[in-house]
């Protein structure tokens, strides 16, 4: 269940023109340490692993409009996941996020990650007022590498479809299949596009798949682009990464528990 209380948040002033796919639906933005919003809301879940890449690296990350600067904007935290969340045009997001802390939360538990937890943010911007904006909060995993912050927005999105008390399984496979609708036009398809990718995770975990070390996963020597359009957990899932991260591509043998 989301949290009662509520969290104030320093909110994003800057003007950026982003192009991207949606001109609504829902937004995602990092928050600081200190409850700062680090980056404006956006609904290209894509921009969130160039602006991890740009802080690791200490390097200006710039495309599709969207800027992200270490020397001038807010440090990204990446010993734990908090994310802003919120959709102008959805005046009943607030009903929807018991369902989609259910829905993360089995997963996180399969993974054994820090369960997410959320917070409704006591003063949102006017534009936000009647969605409410949302802090979600949950172990450092999710920022470990960009197949996994890109799967972890995409499975918020989903979970907001989701029913309390049914197998997180079962609500990958609806929506996967379009038996149930997505949150937004293109989770069906990214959602089936990641399958292979997603059931990889599940099946192996992310531990076993991603560089421990978290700069390993976000080298200066990607590009932007090569980072954006194919570092996500599509790309990861069609294995456009095999030719930068070999390693996560590697075949691992899952011990089965042993019979008694």
Same mark, same amino acid.
């Given at each position: 269940? $989301?949290?009662?209380?509520?969290?104030?948040?320093?909110?994003?002033?800057?003007?950026? @023109?982003?192009?991207?796919?949606?001109?609504?639906?829902?937004? !995602?933005?990092? $928050? *600081?340490?200190?409850?700062?919003?680090?980056?404006?809301?956006?609904?290209?879940?894509?921009?969130?692993?160039? $602006?991890?890449?740009?802080?690791?690296?200490? @390097?200006?990350?710039?495309?599709?409009?969207?800027?992200?600067?270490?020397?001038?904007?807010?440090?990204?935290? /990446?010993?734990?996941?908090?994310?802003?969340?919120?959709?102008?045009?959805? *005046?009943?997001?607030?009903?929807?996020?018991?369902?989609?802390?259910?829905?993360?939360?089995?997963?996180?538990?399969?993974?054994?990650?820090?369960?997410?937890? /959320?917070?409704?943010? *006591?003063?949102?911007?006017?534009? &936000?007022?009647?969605?409410?904006?949302?802090?979600?909060?949950?172990?450092?995993?999710?920022?470990?590498?960009?197949?996994?912050?890109?799967?972890?927005?995409?499975?918020?999105?989903?979970?907001?479809?989701?029913?309390?008390?049914?197998?997180?399984?079962?609500?990958?496979?609806? /929506?996967?299949? #379009?038996?149930?609708?997505?949150?937004? #036009?293109?989770?069906?398809?990214?959602? !089936?596009?990641?399958?292979? #990718?997603?059931?990889?995770?599940?099946?192996?975990?992310?531990?076993?798949?991603?560089?421990?070390?978290?700069? @390993?996963?976000?080298?200066?020597?990607?590009? /932007?682009?090569?980072?954006?359009?194919?570092?996500?957990?599509?790309? !990861?899932?069609?294995?456009?990464?095999?030719? &930068? !991260?070999?390693?996560?591509?590697?075949?691992?043998?899952?011990?089965?528990?042993?019979?008694?």
């Amino acid at each position: 269940m $989301a949290k009662t209380y509520k969290k104030r948040i320093v909110w994003y002033d800057k003007r950026q @023109s982003l192009n991207q796919i949606y001109s609504s639906g829902l937004g !995602f933005a990092f $928050a *600081s340490k200190d409850n700062r919003q680090i980056i404006p809301f956006v609904l290209c879940r894509d921009f969130l692993q160039d $602006a991890i890449q740009g802080f690791l690296i200490g @390097s200006k990350r710039t495309i599709y409009g969207f800027n992200y600067d270490p020397t001038v904007d807010h440090p990204i935290v /990446v010993d734990r996941t908090k994310l802003l969340v919120a959709n102008a045009t959805d *005046s009943n997001l607030k009903g929807k996020i018991p369902a989609c802390v259910d829905f993360l939360n089995q997963i996180e538990r399969k993974l054994r990650i820090t369960v997410t937890k /959320v917070r409704e943010c *006591s003063n949102p911007p006017k534009k &936000y007022v009647r969605s409410g904006v949302w802090s979600f909060e949950s172990g450092r995993r999710w920022m470990q590498s960009p197949p996994m912050i890109s799967l972890y927005t995409l499975l918020i999105r989903v979970g907001l479809v989701h029913t309390i008390g049914e197998p997180f399984t079962e609500t990958l496979q609806k /929506v996967a299949t #379009g038996a149930l609708k997505g949150y937004m #036009g293109e989770d069906k398809d990214r959602l !089936f596009s990641g399958m292979n #990718g997603i059931k990889r995770i599940l099946e192996i975990g992310d531990k076993k798949i991603f560089c421990k070390d978290i700069k @390993s996963n976000y080298p200066k020597t990607i590009e /932007v682009s090569t980072m954006h359009n194919n570092c996500g957990i599509v790309g !990861f899932s069609k294995a456009y990464t095999k030719s &930068y !991260f070999p390693s996560w591509h590697d075949e691992v043998v899952v011990k089965k528990p042993k019979s008694h």
